[in-house]
Structure formats: structure tokens, C-alpha cells
């Protein structure tokens, strides 16, 4: 189902931010087989002109998929990317998770909390900063990390930290440690997260020395990976064809295949509702 930006709606939004929005979920849609599948882009896209998910954001949704308005905030509930209030032009998140946390994390959320006086999902007076604890961005090479809007800042202190924070808000340029080779605002962000990008993926370092690091020593000492276990040999010879392909999981029906796994509990014997017995293993 697309959505006509003439037909009538229970948005706030006015006709050409329909239209605008229309077009840029019809091409999300068509990515899908289900257009229904297309809802989460679609959240980023709304996002990305109200800075949250709003009302008219969630409506809108609601709308152009042919689906309800709980639906919708049923999905943008479950997901902390998705704001369900107005976010600061920038967020900035510090990982606080293990080794983060043990390399000085929360000592530099506590700081920036302090100095800018918000705590957890909660932004500036000025609207510049969104501050919010992160579970683990994936760059524990780099501990301790803080990150403006999904761009990396890495080997941070809270002194650092604090600085970057007072850029932001001053509108000066800051470059991240890895990445693009500059800082976009929240809605330009999250309009590249529904799948429209902005040209700069390929800028400035993507893995840095220390992720490079083991990759290195690996190569000087000429370690290389094990090959992968070909499956057990099945009776029919199926497991033997299926390693001869190249395949490293073993193929349907044999051991280690749950396809026909015999039932092993009362759930397992449940038929859904528009299913046949045994239809999950063809």
C-alpha cells in the first residue's frame, strides 16, 4: 500500500511534507517484497524531519503501511534509536560497558553529566546535546569511547570529553577519531539510517591500527585460519556432497540440522495457525 499525498490524513503534516515524506517511503517499500517490512527505515525517515518519533511521525506510518497506530509504537517503543521525544542536534553517547566502564566510562559520563547538568536521555537547555549511556559500540580497541551521533571518538578522558561537549553546543567543526570527516546533526543521521546515504561512507580511517593489530602479528607469523570440519557423513552421502560444495554447515536433514529434528517437547508438536505438519521442513 503507498500513500496518496492528496488523500486525506491525520497528520499534522502539511501537503508537502506528505509528499516528501510519500515518496521517500515509497522507494524504502519497494526494497521489500513486504512492504510492511519497510517500517523500521521508515521510523528513521520520520525521525529525520521531526527529530523524534512524533505523533504525525507514528500516523504517518500507520497510514502508508495499511497498518494500526499501536502497531507502529509497539516497534518504536522496543528500539532506543527511535526517540519517543525530542532529541538534541546531537547525541552523544558514552559506552559504559565493561571495558569501557574499567578504562574510565563512567568516570566520563558522570563528568559530562555533571557539566552539562542532564543525566541519561535527556538534552540540553539550548537543545544542542542529548546525553545517554551506551551498551558497547563495537570499538573496545579504542577504550574508552565516546560517540556523537553514531561518528567514534575514541581513547576519551573526561576532560576530553568535556571539550567536545562544549564545541557542540558552540557550533564549532569537530572531527571525529575514525569514520567521516565530520559530524552531521541527528536528523541527518537518522535519515541516513532509513537508508538514504549522504555520500560519506567510504571518508577518513575505518579500522585503525590497534583493530589492525592482530591481523598484523597474524600475518608476520604466518598464522592462518583452520579450514572447517566437513559434516559427519550421512548414509546417503549427503553430508559428503554438501563439504565437496563447500558448504560448512551441515546440509538439511542430517546431524547437527534441526529441519527434521524429532519433537522433543509438547511445543514442538503445536501446529500454527495457516501451517501443515513438517511445512517448517521443506
Given at each position: 500500500m503507498t500513500a496518496d499525498p492528496q488523500a486525506a490524513t491525520k497528520t499534522g503534516y502539511d501537503a508537502e511534507t506528505v509528499a516528501s515524506l510519500t515518496a521517500d517511503a515509497t522507494a524504502i517499500m519497494a526494497r521489500y517484497p513486504d512492504p510492511r517490512s519497510g517500517l523500521l527505515p521508515m521510523l528513521h525517515l520520520v525521525q529525520s524531519v521531526d527529530g523524534y518519533v512524533s505523533r504525525d511521525g507514528i500516523l504517518f506510518c500507520a497510514e502508508t503501511l495499511g497498518i494500526t497506530?499501536?502497531?507502529?509504537?509497539?516497534?518504536?517503543?522496543?528500539?532506543?534509536?527511535?526517540?519517543?521525544?525530542?532529541?538534541?542536534?546531537?547525541?552523544?553517547?558514552?559506552?559504559?560497558?565493561?571495558?569501557?566502564a574499567v578504562m574510565g566510562g563512567d568516570a566520563i559520563f558522570d563528568e559530562?553529566?555533571?557539566h552539562l547538568g542532564v543525566g541519561h536521555d535527556e538534552t540540553t537547555d539550548d537543545g544542542a546535546?542529548?546525553?545517554?549511556?551506551?551498551?558497547?559500540?563495537?570499538?573496545?580497541?579504542y577504550a574508552?569511547?565516546?560517540?556523537?551521533?553514531?561518528?567514534?571518538?575514541?581513547?576519551?578522558?573526561?576532560?576530553?570529553?568535556?571539550?567536545l561537549a562544549?564545541?557542540?553546543?558552540?557550533?564549532?567543526?569537530?572531527?571525529?577519531?575514525?569514520g567521516a570527516a565530520s559530524v552531521c546533526s541527528f536528523k541527518q543521521m537518522s535519515r541516513i539510517l532509513a537508508g538514504f546515504p549522504d555520500g560519506r561512507a567510504d571518508e577518513g580511517v575505518g579500522a585503525g591500527e590497534p583493530t589492525l593489530a592482530g591481523l598484523a602479528i597474524a600475518?608476520?607469523?604466518?598464522?592462518?585460519?583452520?579450514?572447517?570440519?566437513?559434516?559427519?557423513?550421512?548414509?546417503?552421502?549427503?553430508?559428503?556432497?554438501?563439504?565437496?560444495?563447500?558448504?560448512?554447515?551441515p546440509p538439511v536433514?542430517?546431524?547437527?540440522?534441526?529441519?527434521?529434528?524429532?519433537?522433543?517437547?509438547?511445543?514442538?508438536?503445536?501446529?500454527?495457525?495457516d501451517k501443515k505438519p513438517g511445512e517448517d521442513a521443506k
Open positions: 497506530a499501536a502497531e507502529v509504537s509497539a516497534v518504536a517503543t522496543f528500539y532506543t534509536q527511535y526517540k519517543r521525544h525530542p532529541n538534541g542536534k546531537y547525541t552523544v553517547g558514552v559506552c559504559t560497558n565493561t571495558l569501557c559530562l553529566s555533571d546535546i542529548t546525553l545517554e549511556r551506551i551498551e558497547c559500540n563495537a570499538a573496545c580497541d574508552p569511547v565516546v560517540m556523537v551521533n553514531w561518528e567514534f571518538f575514541d581513547n576519551q578522558t573526561p576532560e576530553t570529553a568535556t571539550a562544549d564545541q557542540l553546543r558552540l557550533g564549532d567543526d569537530v572531527v571525529p577519531t575514525r600475518r608476520e607469523r604466518g598464522w592462518t585460519a583452520p579450514d572447517a570440519p566437513a559434516a559427519d557423513g550421512a548414509a546417503d552421502g549427503t553430508a559428503a556432497d554438501g563439504a565437496a560444495a563447500g558448504q560448512t554447515s536433514g542430517t546431524p547437527g540440522s534441526s529441519a527434521e529434528r524429532k519433537p522433543a517437547t509438547s511445543s514442538d508438536t503445536e501446529v500454527g495457525k
